[in-house]
């Protein structure tokens, strides 16, 4: 299990959490299952889908993604009626992309292709049965967890592909339903409901619902996510809070010239999140407010134009530093610290706790019309903060190295900065990695 630095941090220190929703921060809701999530048969799939109308009937505030795959099943050694193997969800993309999602929510609908012959005969469904309820625990180990709902499998109005209402209705609905329960899951019975709207609901292979059939899937699952809303959103506050408040920091008590003794740079670090408190102090001394009744920070810049904003990127997401709160607020939930460094399975950057990157705001710092300055004076701003940084880690006892090696596009986006900011340096920064 992943080692984060914020997540500790957060339960302690999460500022006042907005439990209303937020289109900017959705609730994440990942549909895993086979061809009928995938939406197989709908009449325009990325409208049609359940997942899709689902989505509609939800509305801003949330995030429906679609990991349905053709012909998938919960048995991870699963086949095709024809015996053709690798049927398993597990071995298909969409399970590491489903895993990978950061979802508050799983609709777990899994089960159909598993009543094939192939599959299920051989033990009786033993088999399916242990791996349908592995899969469940791989989503529910995450951290944070998010909430899985058992999605009964969906009425079989003809038997099709050697997938057979009899198993379905008559042996796995049931056992989801227990398992549902025996797991104090929350459960939305999708068998139930498409059966009482079998006439009008499916395509002409009897497996897989029309658009009608997708609304009514949508519909029942739409209902008990609102039924979860509150808990969710609470929970998804909780797990990623908006903004998380930093302890008072500390300055460090290492003696200057000691301090410029030591400064050097470091390559090595130990994967170790720093504390809270480290953070805040680093943070600091890099680019805080030291005569905030001027508003006058630890670093200097050109014209007092304070155009370098620095963000802090951790396995746990990326964050922009707020001097004036002490806090961070959260800018995305992914770890790019990938995007700091030269790219590679032996990027240093990766292993460290934290990298810095340095944004300089150009309408800030308001001299467009003369570029050449405006960047001179960027660069010499951004390192004024670097060693602050060098300084303050030889003083802390951490490790560190500037970086003019990163990947300012992806960076920009995956941020979400205007044109007018753009990524200059990075610093990362981690405790010395253990010796040998
Ligand atoms: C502007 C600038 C860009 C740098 N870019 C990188 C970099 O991309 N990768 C790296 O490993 N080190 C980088 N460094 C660190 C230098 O290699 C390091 O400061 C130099 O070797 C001197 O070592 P010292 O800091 O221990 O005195 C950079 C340093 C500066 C000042």
Same mark, same amino acid.
């Given at each position: ?254 003696? =200057?010239?000691? /301090?410029? $003794?030591?400064?050097? *740079?470091?390559?090595?670090? %130990?994967?170790? +999140?720093?504390?809270?408190? &480290? ?111 060098? =300084?303050?880690? /030889?003083? $802390?006892?951490?490790? *560190?190295?500037?970086?003019? %090696?990163?990947? +300012?596009?992806?960076?920009? &986006? ?23």
């Amino acid at each position: 299990m992943k080692k984060n630095l914020i997540l500790p941090l957060c339960a302690a220190l999460a500022a006042g959490a907005a439990l209303a929703a937020d289109p900017a921060d959705p609730l994440v809701v990942a549909c895993v299952g086979d061809s009928i999530t995938y939406g197989h048969g709908a009449s325009a799939r990325g409208k049609t889908s359940y997942p899709a109308q689902l989505q509609a009937l939800l509305g801003d505030g949330w995030q429906v993604l679609n990991f349905g795959h053709n012909a998938r099943t919960a048995l991870d050694e699963g086949k095709e009626w024809n015996g053709q193997g690798g049927m398993g969800y597990r071995k298909s993309p969409e399970f590491e992309k489903a895993m990978r999602s950061k979802p508050d929510v799983v609709l777990f609908m899994l089960g159909t292709n598993d009543s094939k012959p192939v599959n299920w005969d051989a033990d009786g469904g033993a088999g399916v049965k242990r791996d349908y309820a592995k899969l469940v625990d791989d989503f529910l180990e995450r951290e944070p967890a998010p909430v899985v709902v058992v999605g009964v499998s969906p009425f079989v109005k003809k038997d099709s592909f050697s997938i057979r209402e009899k198993i379905v209705g008559g042996e796995l609905a049931p056992w989801q339903r227990a398992f549902a329960a025996e797991r104090s899951l929350p459960l939305v019975d999708a068998y139930e409901a498409t059966k009482a709207a079998a006439e009008t609901s499916y395509i002409g292979d009897g497996v897989h619902p029309n658009d009608a059939g997708y609304g009514v899937i949508a519909a029942a699952f739409a209902a008990k996510l609102r039924e979860l809303e509150p808990a969710l959103r609470k929970s998804h506050a909780a797990a990623w809070p908006a903004t998380i408040a930093l302890p008072e920091p500390k300055r460090a008590a290492m003696p =200057l010239g000691e /301090a410029l $003794a030591k400064r050097a *740079t470091h390559r090595e670090f %130990s994967p170790e +999140p720093l504390s809270g408190q &480290e953070l805040s102090d680093l943070l600091w001394a890099a680019n805080g407010y030291n005569r905030p009744e001027e508003r006058k920070r630890t670093a200097p810049t050109a014209i007092n134009r304070q155009e370098v904003d620095l963000y802090v990127l951790c396995a746990d997401g990326a964050f922009l530093y707020d001097a004036a709160q002490n806090a961070l607020v959260r800018v995305s939930k992914d770890d790019l610290r990938g995007l700091t460094g030269r790219p590679g399975p032996n990027n240093f950057a990766l292993a460290a706790p934290v990298a810095l990157v340095y944004v300089v705001d150009f309408e800030r710092q308001g001299m467009q019309s003369r570029p050449a300055d405006a960047l001179k004076y960027a660069h010499v701003d951004c390192g004024f903060v670097g060693q602050n940084v060098y =300084l303050h880690c /030889a003083a $802390a006892g951490l490790n *560190t190295v500037f970086l003019g %090696s990163l990947q +300012p596009d992806k960076l920009a &986006e995956a941020l979400g900065l205007p044109d007018t900011r753009k990524p200059v340096f990075a610093q990362t920064v981690g405790k010395p990695a253990p010796a040998e």
